[in-house]
Nanobody, 124 residues
């Protein structure tokens, strides 16, 4: 059974930083592309960043230059470093596993498993 468990969220002031972590189990971690998705209040699910099995990264324009995605294949963990946070970054953040195949990694429908989420709130 695939399990993805996020941690590291919290309340932070605008301009602050957080580091999110995701512990993965139940699948061959090194085979799959992974991503962070988020859902803000009253909004739909949004792709934030992804990392391929080979370590290539991609970011939504709204977070490029501020967020950094990384993976540790030895530990089976995924991370997201969030810097220069803005109020519009407030959302539930989810770690997600790509379903495999050729689906566009920017499509939230390309991910067939995600965790329970960790809440990030940016407010003064």
């Amino acid at each position: 059974e695939v399990q993805l468990v996020e941690s590291g969220g919290g309340l932070v002031q605008p301009g602050g930083s957080l580091r999110l972590s995701c512990a993965a189990s139940g699948f061959t971690f090194t085979y799959y592309h992974l991503a962070w998705l988020r859902q803000g209040p009253g909004k739909g699910l949004e792709w934030v960043a992804s990392i391929t099995a080979g370590g290539s990264t991609a970011y939504a324009d709204s977070v490029k230059g501020r967020f950094t995605i990384s993976r540790d294949n030895a530990k089976g963990t995924l991370a997201l470093q969030l810097n220069s946070l803005k109020t519009e970054d407030t959302a539930m953040y989810y770690c997600a596993k790509h379903r495999g195949g050729a689906m566009d990694f920017r499509d939230t429908g390309a991910y067939n498993s995600r965790g329970q989420g960790t809440q990030v709130t940016v407010s003064s």
